[in-house]
């Protein structure tokens, strides 16, 4: 680029595009912003998205590829948008969090496969510098970490595999070897040679380390490793811009790399856990699923369990009501069953309110978007800082499809997988109304107390159906 | 170093600090959303994915960069249409608020 200021009129192409780019980041700022405050979040999407077309349409300029190759441009492009438009538009509210880290995954498979082309066609005619190889080697490297890691945790939440942590023996050993490689391939490849064939070997041991990575970690704890991937891949992306010398790719991937740490930091706060905690909790414990039979475990011990009727009469005639609504909730697609029940008990004069846990749902907000789809009003849901004061007062609460949320465990319980995460009071309620399909333990795989509290019912069954019923007990009563 | 080396690494360091500063104050119930929205973002790496293919040389570097251009595309597609439809969800509660 030129270093001073051209006295024509005109701007060179090689201007013109930067120009653009510089257009384009800013509108990547700017989004970024609008994201982040409820008012503008939608406009900050389409801002982005707007950023995002005009970098596209740059990017095609100076290119020179042959009929052929465009028609192979033009192919892959139809592909994508077609899968990507067809999977965001079918996907189930409930199946958002893996469907996120599915587009994430496949973003830092592109990153590493853009590397190792580049790589694979400019060492053929020269050597290169050392900080193209670093980049290289950076973004196939974390690039393949990511996709290998978001399909784990896509297998995990779509639960084709258990949620809970899978470990073996000799795992930090078998990972301290693969990261050893690593490291060693690729001071090889900066200092000492130029070899194709062990880029790829490099892209293979990544992407085993990837999937190595994320076994251990449980489902619960998903949302923050998914944050974390989407931030590797904005790394990647963005050393691909050095690879590449792309500028926009290169502030892209690095809003997000920088946002993105920001943010799962901020999960993690949001659920009381260090990151280091959440990545390495699992490993080094000799048993798979360890916790799990802390405190007891369920067999053997009884619990108290009613009738929708009795229940129902129970609410109808309670003064204040919390309802405490958890994946379960979303699964059984129960959210407009909730929100009926609600308004039965309104009618009645009943207080009722809604109990949102900073991570209710699979991730932090998503109960927010699944009870806005069902009209529920705003000023209903509570946050958790907000309510936790009133569980005391409530003569009854509704756990409807929660459990680790309301799992006192988390308070008293230091061996407990979820020891440390702030929860809701539930137990500080006059009475407590657990609705459970089965004494199965919840997503983080540990029993819950509460179930065992001598002022708890349990309502077994599906949500939805539960829920059904209890509103038309409610309305008899 | 070259010129355009430092001028990429400013740029890099630049858009590091701005990456934290633009959403140092987000509430909770966004911290999905903006994930999902900034996932759309590293969606860039399309334009990368592009150029390559354009210049690829030999069956194998085509291939490759082909597969690049289809995982780009659903990236960055898949990223925006699905953050919208999240927020969409927000915006239904907006006249409510302001009857009152």
């Known amino acids: ?49 707007v950023g995002m077309i005009i970098a596209l349409i740059t990017g095609l300029i100076g290119l020179h590829p042959s009929s052929g190759r465009v028609i192979l441009m033009v192919v892959g492009v139809a592909v994508g948008l077609l899968v990507g438009t067809l999977s965001a538009r079918k996907v189930k509210m409930t199946a958002m969090p893996q469907m996120v880290a599915a587009f994430n995954g496949v973003g830092g498979g592109a990153a590493a496969l853009v590397s190792v082309e580049e790589y694979m066609r400019l060492v053929a005619h020269s050597s290169q510098g050392v900080v193209f190889v670093i980049t290289v080697v950076f973004s196939v490297v974390v690039g393949s970490i990511s996709f290998a890691g978001s399909v784990i945790a896509f297998t995990k939440l779509q639960e084709l595999m258990t949620g809970r942590p899978i470990t073996y023996p000799g795992q930090q050993a078998v990972n301290g070897v693969v990261v050893v490689a690593i490291l060693s391939i690729g001071v090889y490849l900066v200092g000492f040679g130029t070899s194709v064939a062990l880029v790829v070997v490099l892209l293979a041991i990544a992407l085993f380390l990837g999937v190595a990575f994320v076994l251990p970690i449980g489902g619960a704890d998903m949302p923050v490793v998914i944050s974390m991937l989407n931030a ?26 920088a946002s ?71 699964v059984a697609q129960a959210q407009h069953v909730a929100k009926e029940l609600a308004s039965a008990l309104e009618k009645r004069g009943v207080d009722v309110a809604y109990a949102i846990h900073p991570v209710a749902g699979r991730m932090p907000g998503h109960m927010n978007v699944l009870l806005a789809e069902a009209d529920v009003p705003y000023e209903q849901l509570k946050e958790m800082d907000e309510i936790n004061d009133q569980f005391k007062l409530a003569d009854a609460v509704l756990i409807v499809g929660a459990n680790d949320v309301v799992n006192p465990a988390a308070r008293s319980d230091a061996s407990s997988p979820i020891y440390g995460m702030p929860i809701l009071n539930a137990d500080e309620a006059k009475n407590i109304i657990f609705m459970k399909r089965s004494m199965r333990p919840g997503f983080a795989g540990v029993d819950n107390e509460l179930m065992f509290d001598p002022k708890t019912i349990m309502l077994f069954g599906d949500a939805k159906d539960s829920l059904t019923k209890l509103v038309a007990s409610v309305k008899a009563a | 170093m070259s010129n355009a080396l430092i001028e990429y690494i400013t740029v890099f360091v630049l858009a590091g600090f701005v ?80 009857k009152q």
């Not at chain 1, 699992?282 to 916790?291: D, E, Q």
């Open chain 1, 1 to 49: 680029m030129s270093s001073y200021i051209v006295a024509t009129s005109g701007l060179t192409q090689s201007e013109g595009v930067h120009l653009a780019y510089l257009v384009a980041s800013v509108l990547f700022i700017l989004g970024l912003k609008q994201l982040s405050s409820p008012k503008g979040a939608r406009k900050g999407n389409i801002t982005a998205a």
């Open chain 1, 232 to 257: 590797f891949t904005g790394l990647a992306v963005a050393a691909t811009g050095f690879v590449l010398g792309n500028t926009v790719l290169i502030v892209g991937g690095t809003l997000v790399g």
């Open chain 1, 260 to 330: 993105g740490t920001l943010l799962t930091k901020m999960m993690g706060d949001s659920m009381g856990r260090s990151l280091g905690n959440v990545l390495f909790a699992a490993v080094g414990k000799a048993a798979p699923g360890a916790g799990a039979s802390t405190a007891g475990s369920a067999e053997g011990r009884s619990v108290r369990s009613g009738t929708p009727d009795d229940i129902g009469v129970m609410l109808a005639y309670s003064q204040k009501v919390i309802i405490v609504p958890g994946y379960g909730l979303a």
């Open chain 2, 19 to 98: 990456g934290i500063e633009v959403i140092s104050k987000v509430p909770t119930i966004l911290h999905t959303p903006l994930m999902s929205g900034s996932n759309a973002i590293h969606g860039i790496i399309l334009v990368g994915a592009l150029a390559v293919e354009a210049n690829a040389h030999g069956t194998l570097q085509v291939v490759l960069g082909f597969l690049a251009i289809i995982l780009a595309t659903i990236n960055v597609v898949g990223g925006f249409v699905v953050t919208d439809r999240m927020l969409e969800m927000f915006k239904s509660r907006r006249p409510e608020q302001s």
